[in-house]
């Protein structure tokens, strides 16, 4: 089947439904690719004269793989359709504040005019279409005064691949199964069954709020294409750009969040350890993505820093040719199974990966925007906007050994034969 892989901005552009549809549709065409790779070695078995057991062996792993993968893509397809409900169409950040602040102009008009009688509220409906690098990185105001060039900022990535839905409550709660007692056996006619048990144990977190401020004039406020692109491009920007910071390594304490650092299990090589000469940067993906595999779970994504990207790009052999391991994509950026993803979030040598969707981001509010005054904004002719976000983070203790950290350099060398 025909299938394209979408950038991170590819995938952000899509509205909430076909983010949805085209997470289904990867998960059908990788799953078509493995039960591909499993029938070649079937294939070729039998060429061989392989033993009937080994042929055996082969089928039996590729309807267990085909199984696991269809089941996976019903239940991440699933889990997007949650996410978006009671969304409405998918808007941009720009068309989302557009239609926020136009609902409440002639409010703004009476403050401009100082006649502001109580705060101006107005929410915001945040999603994954206009919070992840939807907005323009760049945009150009033009005044009679000249052009207003806003500060460059890192694209969002992260909430594109981790699971993002919604929350009520203050208190996020889900059930953990511990302590498993009893073991299945084989048992002939009217033997004693063996008894099964398991635990269950609620944990919860909490829900953080993360807010910033800023002053205007009342002659921007009279110009709402240029109130829009201060919020959107200014304030909410470096919002989100902080709250991913703690979406990545938050250390849980008074107000932060619980990080993905913070959760995530230290890379080890375990029985890859010492057995790599030569190692590089595909050797720890590649690592990464057994460890996951170990703990049962499915390798999504790695973070890294852009220049690790760019190092693995330009890896070349003694002669000049450029190196592209067999169990990478044609570009490199996904390494069995797991896409690369660059982020300036994420410093030096350091990296985050595995299975992503172990984390899970609930949203209590959206972004809500609050214009009043504030200290001399009535002498100085100024308002104070004041943006506000409530989200929660967690992974079960079950789930966080198929989240691994660690750093290139320590994971090269602990891979590198002696």
């Avoid at 696991?68 to 997007?80: G, M, N, P, S």
């Avoid at 982020?343 to 595995?354: I, R, S, V, Y």
């Avoid at 104070?384 to 090269?412: H, P, W, Y």
């Amino acid at each position: 089947m025909e299938f394209k892989y979408l950038s991170a901005d590819e995938f952000n552009a899509l509205s909430a439904e076909k983010q949805a549809e085209y997470l289904a549709d990867k998960r059908k065409f990788e799953a078509e690719e493995q039960r591909k790779q499993i029938q070649e070695l079937i294939d070729k078995a039998q060429e061989q004269n392989a033993p009937k057991e080994t042929v055996e062996r082969l089928e039996k792993r590729l309807e267990t793989a085909i199984k696991e993968l269809e089941d996976l893509a019903v239940k991440q397809k699933a889990a997007a359709e949650k996410a978006t409900a009671g969304y409405a169409a998918a808007k941009t950040l720009r068309g989302a504040l557009t239609e926020a602040l136009t609902s409440v102009k002639s409010q703004i008009d009476e403050a401009v005019q100082g006649r502001q009688s109580a705060p101006i509220k107005v929410a915001v409906t945040m999603q994954v279409d206009n919070t992840i690098g939807a907005g323009a990185t760049q945009v150009t105001i033009t005044e009679n005064t000249g052009i207003i060039s806003p500060i460059r900022k890192r694209e969002l990535t992260y909430l594109a691949e981790v699971s993002v839905g919604r929350i009520s409550g203050n208190r996020a709660v889900w059930i953990e199964e511990l302590d498993e007692q009893g073991t299945p056996i084989m048992l002939g006619e009217g033997d004693a069954k063996t008894q099964l048990s398991v635990r269950y144990e609620e944990k919860t977190a909490s829900v953080k709020k993360i807010a910033v401020y800023g002053k205007v004039t009342t002659e921007m406020m009279a110009d709402l294409p240029m109130l829009i692109s201060y919020i959107e491009n200014n304030l909410g920007k470096r919002l989100d750009i902080v709250l991913e910071n703690q979406y990545l390594t938050g250390n849980n304490t008074g107000d932060n969040l619980n990080g993905a650092t913070n959760l995530a299990t230290t890379f080890a090589a375990g029985t890859l350890a010492a057995t790599i000469n030569n190692a590089n940067d595909y050797d720890v993906v590649r690592a990464v993505a057994l460890q996951t595999q170990l703990a049962f779970g499915v390798p999504t994504g790695i973070f890294v820093n852009p220049a690790v990207v760019a190092r693995m790009e330009l890896s070349k052999g003694t002669d000049g040719h450029y190196i592209l391991p067999p169990f990478a994509t044609n570009n490199g950026m996904r390494v069995s199974g797991m896409k690369v993803i660059p982020t300036t979030a994420l410093t030096g040598e350091n990296f985050l990966g595995g299975d992503l969707s172990v984390l899970n981001v609930l949203i209590r509010e959206d972004l809500g925007i609050q214009i009043g005054l504030d200290g001399n904004d009535f002498t100085e002719n100024k308002k104070t906007i004041l943006l506000e976000k409530r989200v929660v983070q967690f992974a079960s203790a079950n789930d966080v050994a198929c989240l691994i950290k660690g750093d290139f350099t320590t994971a090269k060398a602990a891979l590198e034969t002696p």
